[in-house]
């Protein structure tokens, strides 16, 4: 198809299916992936609902997005392959997320709720405003990632360095691996009501103010203006 536009109350695919510009889903509207793949050259247009039991969603184009105001995105796999493309609306995928190298991903100010990895595997992921959730077993990092605030509930491993510029909350696991963790926010940009493995990692404060989160690390870096230890480090 060029353009794929589901009006119907209840749509579902019956096979894999490629648009060379958009699929749009209207209001109210709702399109049922189930275990089948769906390459979008542009926009990935849903202001309903899109589910996906398995299956990839492949966005390939340049300056697209990927959900609409109001919609509810809810993927098995989501790969990032367009030079640009920037979310419409919170996505969740239950199974991986994943940028492609040289590809770039701006999450807005939106939410990713991402059940396995958030893989990027040479490419840029950005977000201004809003939250990535790791709430399964995965990976999490990899060529530029910066985001806003991190939430880990399951159990995340580091595979390349990340920047969080809000907070970054643990209250699963989450384990370094040898890799930099920066916060840029100021206040308290570490909880850890989980556990956080330092194996050979860096953690490093770079928030004007900043309370550094009791536990055990590798390297601690505070390059903060003013540093204050919120219980025992070591």
């Not at 247009?45 to 340049?62: F, H, P, R």
């Not at 367009?82 to 939106?110: R, W, Y």
């Not at 991190?150 to 360095?161: D, E, R």
Request: charged share 5%; no cysteine.
């Amino acid at each position: 198809y060029y353009n794929l536009i589901v009006s119907s109350t209840s749509g579902t695919l019956g096979g894999n299916v490629t648009t060379t510009n958009d699929l749009t889903v209207n209001t109210g509207k709702t399109l049922a992936l189930s275990t089948y793949n769906a390459n979008v050259s542009s926009s990935l247009a849903n202001s309903g609902t899109v589910t996906q039991t398995s299956g990839t969603v492949t966005i390939t184009g340049t300056g697209g997005t990927v959900g609409a105001s109001g919609g509810s995105t809810i993927l098995y796999n989501l790969t990032i392959d367009g030079a640009l493309v920037t979310l419409g609306e919170n996505v969740t995928t239950t199974n991986n997320l994943t940028v492609n190298s040289g590809k770039t991903l701006d999450l807005a100010t939106f939410n990713a709720n991402v059940s396995s990895s958030l893989t990027n595997t040479g490419g840029a992921l950005t977000q201004t405003s809003g939250t990535v959730t790791m709430s399964g077993t995965g990976n999490l990092g990899g060529g530029t990632t910066n985001i806003s605030a991190l939430i880990v509930s399951g159990a995340t491993t580091l595979a390349g360095n990340v920047t969080a510029s809000s907070t970054v909350n643990i209250s699963g696991t989450l384990s370094g691996a040898g890799k930099t963790l920066t916060l840029t926010g100021t206040g308290t940009p570490l909880t850890i009501s989980g556990t956080f493995n330092a194996n050979t990692s860096t953690v490093a404060y770079w928030g004007s103010t900043a309370i550094i989160a009791t536990g055990t690390y590798y390297n601690l870096i505070v390059s903060s203006t003013s540093g204050t230890l919120g219980g025992n480090v070591t």
